[in-house]
């Protein structure tokens, strides 16, 4: 099936694509509707984020499957206490009216990302405020790297997994967006469901290798993740094989040999989460499709100094 989506993933001769990550995490809060705006408003036109339902059924923007205590404040402006309650377990309702503007910097993820901006009154979005958004005129050319989070407790629950997708599908299709998604996560049988239900949309398989430990303050995906670990398994080679369209690994897993794989193979390379300016400068020298990173502008600055762009947008500027 032809994917015309999956052009605005593809890198070519002297252009490496941007995907801010939940935004532009390095600098303003995470998953929110100003950090995309601000993401967007950079010129950065593909975003990458996560997406987790709740009890009665919203798909909602947020990374981890319990509300982190280090990032949501209660409507009194206090940081959660306790027992950090699990988003599958809250309707929209307990959710809606939450502030996630900042972090708490004297937690161990705040102080990851001490240049990140303090808002007051950033609320967690539904999938479909971010659909309805980049539906609008102005944003005709954004696309979407949606992951869909998989439940660790409801993995062997092929009955909650297909309501998920399904539900999530019918987000993006409401808006006409289902040529400007791919279908993104760690999870390949979930993936496997996405194929299934909305086959118009190309599938993007997140990978990470066990020898590397969950960042602070973030659930890891171990649980959901396929073993990747037996002896001469080329992964570019079981992307393939699962009819995958994008490999997403963690960039300090990503070897030149691999990618040059994937090449052959005809698969799209975009690294996660790159950050820091030799690490962004190595996946500019191994010649991946896309860089996804916290600090789009820092990539940008990197692409510009060695003679690369993002965008055909900026092709034509320079």
Sequence with gaps: MHFPQLAAFTGGDGLIRVIGHRGARGIMPENTMEGFAFTLNCGVRLLEFDV???RDGVPVITHNHSL??????????????????????????DLENLDVGGLDGRSDYGRRFPDQAFLYGARIPRLSDLCELIAQPDYQDVHLMLEIKSDPDKLKNTTARADVVAAVVAEVRALGLTQR?????FDWTLLAECKKQAPEMPTSYLTQLP???????????APASPDLTKAGVSVPDLVTREAGALWCP??????????????ELGLRVAV?????????????????????????????????AQGFVWSEQAVLAR
Excluded: C, F
């Design 68 to 93: 982190t205590g280090s990032i949501v404040r209660d409507q009194a402006g206090n940081w959660l206490q306790g027992e950090e309650p699990k988003v599958s377990d809250l309707d929209w309702a």
């Design 211 to 221: 020898d590397n430990a969950a960042d602070i303050g973030e659930d890891h995906a």
């Design 272 to 304: 996660w989460t790159v950050n820091e300016v030799a690490d962004i400068d190595r996946m500019i020298g191994l010649g991946v499709d896309a860089i996804v990173t916290d600090y789009p502008g820092r990539v940008q600055r990197r692409l510009l």
């Design 181 to 185: 998604t791919l279908m993104h996560s």
């Design 250 to 263: 963690y960039y300090l897993d990503v070897t030149a040999a691999q990618v040059a794989r994937a090449r």
């Design 52 to 54: 987790v339902m709740t």
